[in-house]
């Protein structure tokens, strides 16, 4: 708690600055913790990842612990992660027998990347051609496929080495724990002799040993997730046969992934499916956030659309209309996202020699990393998937495959049900209560749950004015307010930089948000904490409407750590007037920076109260929900 | 993706008369010595699509189309032929092999299509906007006509033909109204409502269709069974399409919806509007939903689809094989500038060239033909084995296989078919010449049509 009473200090509405720092280290060196390395795990052989890991000793902040957990299907961007210091100890005491077989299992995979790309192929004709009767038609042409997957020339020692761990998972259960070291060991002697060959450069090395360092640590965390302490259980679930998805979840960048790092984005950007070329003039204090050439990426991921093999129907259209912004919201977003990952377990089959639950959660994984190429998740995105890994993972063995596709499928609906729909219900009512006859009540952007409380206190036929305000360039606004207009509520419509003037009228102040962190900082769309703070000074209550599945703990003091950057193209011109061209021509130039923010986060000082499923909370008792609601419904 | 690929390899086409026979069906053309189909089965190769339906009218044509497949593209693509009766059109087609297409979606390309417009970015708009049909637009290429307006009166029948008004929405991502060349030279009509609905249209003139759509399977089979006297594709079907789709039959948006209904076991109705009704206002709402929302505000009583147009880029090239003057341009284009299309630019062991013999740029020689003294050949293209003498002049011409070409033969601008014999100082200007044909010697022609005729 006493860290952030000095975050409370700092933030004091007349010195503090929303957002924008200008000592900006001090705020690098917060969002820039050791990614790959954990401190408190005994040190790994990776030279190389030691000296790219800059000197965070500086930070300010005394909330600041390393991220104990976190692999590269983490979507939690946990920054600052509020862990108890047990619970981080039991990791480093845990990691030890682990590490071994899975760095073994993922190194010996990874140099194999090319060899699913030439499998897809073989699997297409077999799926289509069952579809079709093809009784009368006449087949004059037939692929072929040599049995054998077609493999590079380095690639022979790899495959002598798949086939071992393959082998030995089948005898998993007979071996004891001393012939499983004895197997690793002459595994790790073959990969280092393979890798003595020098057939890939030091990048190739390098993947090699982010892999091997990440991997520990998953498995810790998986194991201290697991209580019940079996050590065997929780390497066998981690470990090994992941090695088909496994390249292309390895494929994602990192969602925490430093874009101002030249070496990572390069890497990054070999394995990306969708085609990202970088925006060349950044704002400075942003250089860590991803930004692409808009309008470059929409074409190429659509022409490549037959060519992502493994990726579902579903979630590709979920991509793509995330990439083209054909579906926005938290709420939206994550409810499309499900929707295909139902479709897709819908359609899933275990391959054989695999099990499902490994199998699936590597599938989701891939799925996840291509859903981030398209556009970063939101944070409910990721406690969302956090939730469905849970539930694969939690699958009892004994449960048939089609048993676990509906669970999976039922649990899915029950998390879309329970933790959106009703929790939204939930929040009208509460909200409801606070809205009185004669009340305006001004609104930014368009959230979801604040129409439906608008709609629902309307429809109990209470009196108040509505005053939505809105920003450019997405206008979200507009289409709130064409609903509510419809719906016979008497509205004013204002665009940001007039609301300081309409906020002297205002008697409350109902705002969504994309997360409540756990320091009671509201991150929501750029330009809440503005109202917020204009709402603030004229003591107007700010009502947070969210629901819990949004919460997060993650402990954020600005808006620049995390955060998204829209395309710069959106505020440089004005859509449908062409004669605003002021800015033709000079958005290559080099003086000139283009700055779209998509969120902003907003302090808690400014935040009246949260209302959430749980009720009307203030901000200072986020965490007690995070700690709840974590442990009642996302790890049970 | 669960897309199924129907190639629509027709069957005798009226405007390419004298080039195509029983024996030579249009998609065998050679564009630069390949058939034409293979650009259509090449392209949709380079797009990992290797599960086909070919559908050919005749029995003949099918199993020439057929032999032909299984021996350029063995190992490489699985390919059903499906041989269809002759003239039942490009809807009629796909009728016939109605009962084999299974899949969610149905891309429909024309055998003559030559492009580099990818096929996986039509399916992906139709995807994204969950469309019932999606059309493929490209600019008319300007470049053929222009060039060479030397080229005879026949052609010039043909230009308006080739033109079709195609209405857009501002935001150019949905077809409001398409009609193709026939249709043109009556009124054209535009309904009220459509136009209400969408607020602004933008009528374009200088897009073609490139007869590459994406449908959607239920939509498609159905209005194929209700609609008997649809002959094709893009006459009758997608213009009924874009019409209706304001007042979208209940059928039509029925079937997908009781499919996704039957699809969520969880009996919570309330809460699937409210999903629904989440995402629908996440998104940026079409003019349809704008639409279908008017009477009363959320309920959606009207039922609408969707069509959308994918507007290929106007760098890529996309030209249909389906008149004379378009096989001229293809052929030369093939050759030259677009080069690209052809992956495997394989000319033969060097053929046999005379003395002071000379081939210009953009010419393309098959295997094993054989050329005379003090030739002369300039963007053409010349099959394979092919015999030329001395003195020869072509110039913008197609010459295809087994063509014996007698000394001082002067050919320009024209098309001779496979077998064809001209024998010494025939000069042709912009003429067509059938397959198996005997000019005599000294003859001149002038803009004509030659060929053999049927016994």
């Not at chain 2, 998104?283 to 009477?295: Q, V």
Request: hydrophobic share 35%; charged share 25%.
């Amino acid at each position: 708690m006493d860290p952030r009473r000095t975050a409370r200090t700092v933030s004091d509405p007349k010195v503090r600055q929303v957002g924008f720092f200008t000592p900006a280290p001090p705020e690098r060196s917060i969002s820039d913790p050791p990614r790959f390395q954990d401190p408190i795990q005994p040190p790994s052989p990776s030279p190389t990842q030691v000296n790219d890991h800059s000197p965070s000793g500086n930070s300010l902040s005394p909330v600041m612990i390393p991220p104990a957990h976190h692999h590269s299907d983490n979507f939690l961007r946990t920054a600052l992660q509020v862990t108890s210091p047990t619970k981080a100890f039991s990791y480093s005491a845990k990691t030890v027998t682990i590490p071994p077989e899975n760095e073994d299992v993922a190194s010996s995979f990874s140099p194999g990347r090319k060899v699913v790309s030439a499998k897809s192929p073989s699997s297409f004709p077999g799926v289509k051609a069952s579809s079709v009767p093809a009784s009368e038609l006449t087949t004059v042409s037939v692929v072929n496929l040599p049995p054998g997957i077609s493999e590079k020339a380095g690639g022979a020692s790899v495959e002598v080495q798949n086939d071992r761990p393959v082998s030995a998972k089948t005898l998993k259960e007979k071996t004891s724990k001393a012939e499983r070291r004895a197997l690793q060991e002459a595994q790790r002697a073959a990969k280092a002799a393979a890798k003595a060959e020098g057939t890939k450069a030091s990048s190739a090395a390098s993947k090699v040993v982010t892999s091997a360092n990440t991997k520990p640590s998953k498995a810790a965390k998986s194991s201290s997730q697991k209580n019940d302490g079996s050590q065997v259980a929780a390497s066998e679930k981690k470990g090994g046969d992941r090695a088909p998805e496994k390249d292309r979840k390895k494929d994602a960048p990192h969602p925490r992934m430093q874009y101002d790092d030249k070496s990572r984005v390069e890497k990054a950007k070999k394995r990306a499916v969708v085609k990202q070329t970088e925006a060349r003039n950044r704002v400075e204090l942003f250089r860590h956030l991803p930004q692409y050439e808009h309008g470059t990426q929409l074409p190429d991921l659509e022409t490549k659309f037959f060519e992502l093999d493994p990726m579902h129907p579903a979630v590709y259209k979920v991509g793509l209309q995330y990439l083209s912004g054909d579906i926005r919201g938290g709420n939206a977003r994550c409810i499309a996202m499900f929707q295909a990952f139902k479709e897709a377990i819908k359609d899933y089959s275990t391959p054989p020699e695999k099990t499902l639950i490994r199998d699936l959660t590597a599938r989701i994984s891939s799925y996840v990393s291509f859903l981030i190429e398209c556009r970063p998740l939101s944070i409910s995105m990721g406690n969302a998937i956090k939730f469905l890994k849970n539930r694969i993972a939690k699958l009892p063995l004994a449960l048939s495959e089609s048993e676990a596709k509906s669970t999976l499928m039922l649990d899915i609906d029950r998390f879309i049900n329970e933790k959106i729909i009703l929790s939204e219900k939930v929040i009208v009512k509460h909200a409801v209560t606070k809205i009185q006859d004669g009340d305006v009540l001004l609104t930014y952007g368009a959230s979801s749950v604040v129409e439906m409380i608008l709609l629902h206190a309307h429809e109990l036929g209470k009196h108040f004015h509505v005053v939505v305000v809105d920003s450019r360039p997405k206008l979200e606004g507009q289409l709130l307010l064409r609903r509510l207009v419809r719906k016979g509520l008497s509205c004013t419509y204002t665009h940001v930089n007039a609301v300081s003037c309409i906020m002297q009228d205002v008697t409350r102040v109902f705002l969504g948000a994309s997360s409540v962190l756990s320091n009671g900082t509201v991150y929501s769309r750029v330009g809440t904490a503005c109202v917020a703070m204009v709402a603030h000074a004229f003591r107007v209550p700010v009502l947070v409407c969210c629901e819990a599945y949004k919460f997060h703990e993650r402990v954020q003091l600005d808006s620049i750590c995390f955060n998204e950057l829209g395309n710069p193209d959106a505020i440089s011109k004005v859509q449908g007037r062409e004669e605003i061209n002021y800015l033709d021509g000079l958005v290559n130039q080099e003086n000139l920076q283009l700055l779209n923010l998509i969120y902003d986060a907003t302090p808690s000082d400014y935040v009246s109260m949260i209302i959430t499923d749980y009720g009307m909370i203030p901000p200072t008792s986020v965490p007690v929900i995070v700690r709840e609601y974590r442990r009642d419904h996302l790890w049970s | 993706m669960d897309f199924q690929v129907v190639v629509l390899a027709g069957g005798n086409s009226k405007s390419l008369t004298p080039l195509v026979s029983k024996v030579s069906p249009p998609t065998c053309l050679p564009v630069a010595n390949h058939p034409v189909l293979y650009y259509v089965l090449h392209q949709l190769e380079e797009s990992n699509l290797k599960n086909l339906i070919v559908v050919v009218e005749g029995e003949d044509a099918g199993l020439l189309v057929g032999a032909w497949i299984s021996g350029t593209f063995v190992d490489r693509l699985h390919v059903e032929i499906a041989a269809v009766p002759e003239d039942i059109g490009t809807a009629g087609a796909l009728r016939a092999i109605s009962h084999y297409l299974t899949a969610k979606d149905i891309l429909a390309v024309s055998g003559d299509l030559v492009s580099d417009v990818s096929p996986g970015a039509v399916a992906a708009t139709h995807r994204r906007h969950d469309a019932v049909v999606t059309a493929t637009l490209c600019s008319v290429p300007i470049s053929g006509s222009s060039e060479l307006g030397s080229s005879g009166g026949k052609d010039k029948t043909k230009k308006p033909g080739r033109y079709n008004i195609i209405g857009l929405d501002p935001r150019k991502q949905f077809l409001v109204h398409i009609a193709t060349g026939a249709e043109i030279e009556k009124d054209t009509r535009l309904q009220k409502h459509l136009l209400h609905a969408v607020g602004q249209m933008e009528i374009r003139s200088d897009m073609m269709d490139a007869h590459m759509y994406a449908f959607k399977r239920s939509v498609l089979q159905e209005v194929l069974d209700r609609k008997d006297t649809f002959q094709s594709l893009k006459q009758d079907v997608v213009p009924y399409l874009v019409q209706s789709q304001l007042k979208s039959q209940a059928v039509l948006s029925g079937i997908p919806q009781a499919e996704e209904d039957g699809n969520k076991k969880v009996s919570f109705p309330n809460n699937q509007v409210m999903v629904s009704q989440i995402l629908a206002n996440a998104s940026t709402p079409s003019f349809h939903e704008l639409y279908s929302m008017d009477p009363d505000g959320f309920a959606q009583t009207r039922k609408t689809h969707k069509c959308c147009a994918y507007i290929a880029s106007s760098s890529s090239y996309c030209v249909r094989l389906n008149s004379i003057q378009a096989f001229m341009d293809i052929n030369r284009d093939v050759t030259g500038e677009a080069d690209h299309l052809l992956s495997d630019n394989v000319i033969g062991p060097s053929p046999k060239l005379g003395t002071k013999t000379t081939v210009g740029p953009h010419c393309m020689l098959g295997e094993g033909s054989e050329m005379g003294d003090k030739c002369q050949v300039k963007r053409s293209v010349i099959g394979r084995h092919c015999r030329i003498g001395s003195h020869v002049k072509v110039v913008n011409s197609v010459v295809m296989n087994h063509v014996t070409i007698g000394d001082g033969c002067i050919i320009q601008g024209s098309v001779i078919c496979s077998n064809v014999q001209l024998q010494e100082r025939v000069v042709l200007k912009d003429c067509q010449v059938g397959a198996g044909f005997v000019v005599t010697a000294g003859s001149e022609y002038k803009g004509e049509s030659l060929a053999r005729k049927e016994k």
